[in-house]
């Protein structure tokens, strides 16, 4: 490193944490860090992040998203995932862990074994040089908050709390010292990431209107998310399952609190809001056009980056993988996300990454109407909007196919090809027996321009490190 920028000096803590916060960095612009302890530069600790752009300009870039490790995993998927470059060939803006980094369902409230249980995941070689390497965002599922199926009433739910505190690198938390959802946003891409834990109501507990996964106040926060102003598309990402299609004895995803459920299903639908969502818990890869999902937007399942697999009991767009699921064999997967935005549209491609090899390719748009259900079911190739909207009067889509297996490499993917007037023509590679899916598209603009977001949510974070990987936020 040459003429670096140094913090001012900090002392480690009892369990030898550091926090170091870094100031006037240029947006959008790569830097790399390391920690000078005594006069002594610390080399095998070298770590890099790129800041966020500027909120409401366009900006193309690639993340990754998963959950679900067993306690102190040194899984390949974590290297596979640091090593990936984009279409931008740029790695990974961030990584975006969804819950049960670890399996050791503290159940009590000892701060001492919730620190130790993230310091050893945390401390693991190729978990550590993936969060050096794309920057954390993190949020807990049931295992990693307590125990199975947990809720607000954990007995551990103040210690992890507090330690999360002390040690996670985050974007602005609440001030109630409890939850811990938060938002950040990266060119016109709002992501914002809920804790379906702190507030949660028991999943036994009647499913009516006082049952509640996110709380009053946190709930009242997503609302205001989904309503930001320089917004081209909601990025949410969440521990567990929406789609699951009925609750079922031990189920604690979106389907045992299907009253709340519903009411952000008609929130979302009434006002437009243009939505994907991520999440982990369920251990499979998956993704559904919003047809099976209640409020009509696209979700993708990514996990699990290493442990065995099973799958909800919802029907989905593209079924999941693996098929079938296993109890004893640990699968090693996770989501690749590319953001590309043109300044008219925002197109996401996402991969389900297994055993370093894609699985499941789909492709999704925001910036003219999407109408689910035209066109016939699909097997393994999908039709998509086009990077610039047609006339008011064609119908026009982009064609692509997914691998055929799990072993094939993306680079022997077809190249896409575009259809005319909604013609569809497969391109060279694809099975015969391939259907094709897709939907109508026209241009539709918003009815009042949406100005440049300007909250707390989007400044600058303050970066935080711990021993190991040392990964600042942003």
Same mark, same amino acid.
């Given at each position: 490193?040459?003429?670096?920028?140094?913090?001012?000096?900090?002392?480690?803590?009892?369990?030898?944490?550091?926090?170091?916060?870094?100031?006037?960095?240029?947006?959008?612009?790569?830097?790399?860090?390391?920690?000078?302890?005594? *006069?002594?530069?610390?080399?095998?600790?070298?770590?890099?992040?790129?800041?966020?752009?500027? =909120?409401?300009?366009?900006?193309?870039?690639?993340?990754?998203?998963?959950?679900?490790?067993?306690?102190?995993?040194?899984?390949?998927?974590?290297?596979?995932?640091?090593?990936?470059?984009?279409?931008?060939?740029?790695?990974?803006?961030?990584?975006?862990?969804?819950?049960?980094?670890?399996?050791?369902?503290?159940?009590?409230?000892?701060?001492?074994?919730?620190?130790?249980?993230?310091?050893?995941?945390?401390?693991?070689?190729?978990?550590?040089?993936?969060?050096?390497?794309?920057?954390?965002?993190?949020?807990?599922?049931?295992?990693?908050?307590?125990?199975?199926?947990?809720?607000?009433?954990?007995?551990?739910?103040?210690?992890?709390?507090?330690?999360?505190?002390?040690?996670?690198?985050?974007?602005?938390?609440?001030?109630?010292?409890? *939850?811990?959802?938060?938002?950040?946003?990266?060119?016109?891409?709002?992501?914002?990431?809920?804790?379906?834990?702190?507030?949660?109501?028991?999943?036994?507990?009647?499913?009516?209107?006082?049952?509640?996964?996110?709380?009053?106040?946190?709930?009242?926060?997503?609302?205001?998310?989904?309503?930001?102003?320089?917004?081209?598309?909601?990025?949410?990402?969440?521990?567990?399952?929406?789609?699951?299609?009925?609750?079922?004895?031990?189920?604690?995803?979106?389907?045992?609190?299907?009253?709340?459920?519903?009411?952000?299903?008609?929130?979302?639908?009434?006002?437009?809001?243009?939505?994907?969502?991520?999440?982990?818990?369920?251990?499979?890869?998956?993704?559904?056009?919003?047809?099976?999902?209640?409020?009509?937007?696209?979700?993708?399942?990514?996990?699990?980056?290493?442990?065995?697999?099973?799958?909800?009991?919802?029907?989905?767009?593209?079924?999941?993988?693996?098929?079938?699921?296993?109890?004893?064999?640990?699968?090693?997967?996770?989501?690749?996300?590319?953001?590309?935005?043109?300044?008219?549209?925002?197109?996401?491609?996402?991969?389900?990454?297994?055993?370093?090899?894609?699985?499941?390719?789909?492709?999704?748009?925001?910036?003219?109407?999407?109408?689910?259900?035209?066109?016939?079911?699909?097997?393994?190739?999908?039709?998509?909007?086009?990077?610039? =909207?047609?006339?008011?009067?064609?119908?026009?889509?982009?064609?692509?196919?997914?691998?055929?297996?799990?072993?094939?490499?993306?680079?022997?993917?077809?190249?896409?090809?575009?259809?005319?007037?909604?013609?569809?023509?497969?391109?060279?590679?694809? =099975?015969?027996?391939?259907?094709?899916?897709?939907?109508?598209?026209?241009?539709?603009?918003?009815?009042?321009?949406?100005?440049?977001?300007?909250?707390?949510?989007?400044?600058?974070?303050?970066?935080?490190?711990?021993?190991?990987?040392?990964? =600042?936020?942003?």
């Amino acid at each position: 490193m040459t003429s670096p920028t140094y913090t001012a000096a900090t002392a480690p803590d009892r369990d030898g944490l550091a926090a170091a916060v870094f100031t006037g960095l240029t947006p959008g612009t790569r830097y790399w860090w390391a920690v000078e302890l005594d *006069g002594t530069l610390e080399t095998g600790h070298l770590g890099t992040f790129r800041t966020l752009p500027a =909120p409401g300009e366009p900006t193309s870039f690639s993340f990754a998203a998963a959950s679900c490790a067993d306690t102190n995993s040194n899984a390949d998927s974590f290297a596979d995932a640091a090593a990936r470059t984009g279409p931008t060939g740029e790695p990974a803006l961030f990584t975006v862990h969804l819950g049960d980094m670890h399996y050791q369902d503290i159940g009590t409230d000892d701060p001492a074994w919730a620190l130790a249980a993230w310091l050893n995941a945390l401390g693991q070689p190729n978990q550590a040089a993936l969060y050096a390497a794309a920057p954390l965002a993190y949020t807990w599922s049931d295992h990693d908050f307590g125990g199975s199926n947990v809720a607000a009433d954990s007995p551990a739910a103040a210690a992890v709390q507090a330690v999360y505190r002390r040690l996670v690198p985050s974007h602005p938390l609440p001030g109630d010292g409890a *939850g811990i959802y938060q938002s950040w946003q990266v060119g016109r891409v709002l992501f914002v990431m809920t804790d379906g834990r702190s507030y949660a109501s028991p999943i036994t507990a009647p499913d009516t209107a006082t049952k509640t996964k996110l709380g009053a106040a946190q709930k009242a926060w997503l609302k205001d998310q989904f309503a930001a102003p320089g917004v081209g598309l909601v990025i949410w990402c969440h521990e567990d399952a929406w789609h699951n299609a009925s609750t079922f004895t031990g189920d604690d995803t979106w389907s045992a609190y299907a009253t709340e459920r519903a009411e952000l299903a008609a929130y979302i639908q009434a006002n437009d809001v243009p939505l994907l969502y991520v999440h982990g818990d369920v251990h499979a890869l998956s993704h559904d056009d919003g047809s099976h999902v209640p409020g009509r937007f696209p979700l993708i399942s990514v996990s699990p980056w290493d442990q065995t697999t099973f799958i909800g009991n919802g029907a989905l767009t593209s079924g999941f993988y693996p098929d079938p699921v296993s109890t004893t064999v640990k699968s090693q997967q996770y989501g690749w996300f590319d953001v590309l935005d043109n300044g008219t549209q925002i197109v996401v491609r996402a991969l389900g990454i297994a055993d370093g090899q894609v699985v499941l390719r789909t492709e999704m748009s925001w910036g003219i109407t999407r109408h689910l259900g035209w066109g016939i079911p699909c097997d393994r190739a999908e039709v998509r909007c086009p990077m610039t =909207p047609p006339s008011a009067s064609s119908r026009a889509f982009w064609l692509t196919s997914a691998p055929t297996s799990a072993t094939t490499s993306p680079r022997s993917t077809p190249a896409w090809t575009r259809s005319s007037c909604g013609t569809c023509t497969p391109p060279t590679g694809p =099975p015969s027996n391939s259907g094709w899916r897709g939907w109508n598209a026209r241009p539709r603009p918003r009815a009042q321009p949406r100005a440049p977001r300007s909250t707390a949510a989007s400044a600058p974070c303050s970066p935080r490190s711990w021993p190991g990987s040392c990964s =600042p936020c942003c």
